[in-house]
């Protein structure tokens, strides 16, 4: 499957063009995407140019295609050489797409493959009359009724080696075949058919209010009414005494009780501050303005302020090299002799 090559030469064409129906169509594509967005429509090209050419995709195709649509040659290339849908080398009348993956591969996918090496040969290779080619391809959406193939533009369903060697004799034969599943399936429903849903009056339309119709006869036929628990009684009461917001006022203006500031309260013709806070506040008579300030730390001289009264550390002069640092141990020895540590030498500049 991961064999995406072109034609050899000798089966290339010398040319390619589009006729003038499928240049129109082209245009009307391209048309269909904004200015500078032309490489959009490489799909729709390159599917309708295999068309034109009997159901592959020449080498002189994907180069008008490029040409079309303003695009490097190597670009349109690597979209048809991605996508299986694209053929490469000249294929049968009806060309066979055989799935492979899982779940096609798990309910008879080899046996449908080995039908189809036996009948036709290998892969990509078409038949002596010219009718039949096959490939194994990539899942093709029909998981539900596998395995399946895709033969030209059909899906063909619930296969076996023999019903798909049948459907092949009445394609070569040109008699009407049966497309979607081979076993009566409808659409992707179970083998057998729907086992759920199946009363028709679901979808009719007659159940429509039919639960309403129900009650009035009830009623009409004098039937005995639900039984009365009082519920609805007492969730009345309760609504009544303790009411509950419907919705949370979270965002929404309410009423709040006014601040109790000396604003406020002077707004209102009330003391500004309450006798409760004036009870509890410092003695009008007693000022603290003037008293003596506390003594300086130990070891500072007179008139000089301790570093935090100063809010602030005077910084030396750029010109002065800084002090050095005590050497371990030696700060506290000079203490404990009773002597201060003599500073260090200042650094001199070399």
């Known amino acids: 499957m991961a064999n995406r090559r072109l034609a050899p030469a000798s089966e290339q064409p010398q040319d390619f063009a589009f006729t003038p129906e499928n240049a129109e169509w082209a245009k009307n594509q391209i048309a269909k995407y904004p200015e500078g967005r032309q490489a959009s429509a490489v799909i729709p090209l390159l599917w309708k140019a295999q068309e034109q050419n009997g159901g592959w995709l020449p080498q002189k195709a994907i180069e008008a295609v490029a040409a079309e649509l303003g ?13 299986t849908m694209f053929a490469l080398e000249p294929v049968g009348r009806f060309w066979i797409q055989l799935c492979g993956t899982v779940p096609c591969d798990s309910c008879g996918a080899r046996e449908l493959k080995g039908m189809l090496q036996k009948r036709l040969g290998p892969s990509g290779h078409v038949s002596a009359d010219g009718n039949f080619s096959w490939l194994e391809v990539e899942c093709l959406g029909a998981c539900c009724n596998a395995p399946m193939v895709q033969i030209n533009q059909d899906y063909y369903e619930d296969l076996t080696p023999e019903s798909l060697s049948q459907l092949m004799d009445d394609l070569a034969a040109g008699r009407p075949v049966k497309v979607g599943s081979q076993k009566g399936r409808t659409s992707s429903e179970p083998q057998g058919g729907a086992t759920t849903l199946t009363d028709e009056t679901l979808f009719d339309g007659s159940r429509v209010g039919a639960w309403r119709k129900r009650f009035e006869q009830t009623g009409e036929q004098g039937g005995t009414p639900p039984a009365d628990t009082g519920e609805a009684a007492s969730a009345g009461r309760q609504a009544a005494t303790t009411p509950k917001p419907a ?19 002077a707004a209102g013709g009330e003391e500004p501050v309450k006798p409760s806070d004036r009870a509890g506040a410092a003695d009008p008579g007693h000022s603290t303005a003037h008293e003596t300030p506390a003594p300086a730390p130990e070891g500072a001289t007179a ?3 301790a570093a935090g009264e100063h809010g602030h550390q005077t910084a030396p002069a750029r010109d002065v090299p800084p002090q050095q640092p005590d050497a371990s141990g030696e700060s506290e020895a000079a203490v404990e002799g009773g002597t201060s540590a003599p500073a260090a030498p200042p650094r001199t500049e070399q």
Do not use: C, N, W
């Open 71 to 83: 695009m490097p040659k190597i670009r349109v290339l690597e979209v048809a050489t991605f996508y």
């Open 247 to 265: 919705k949370p006022d979270a965002g929404r203006p309410v009423e709040r009780k006014a601040s109790d500031a000396p604003a406020q309260r």
């Open 303 to 305: 008139g000089e302020k």
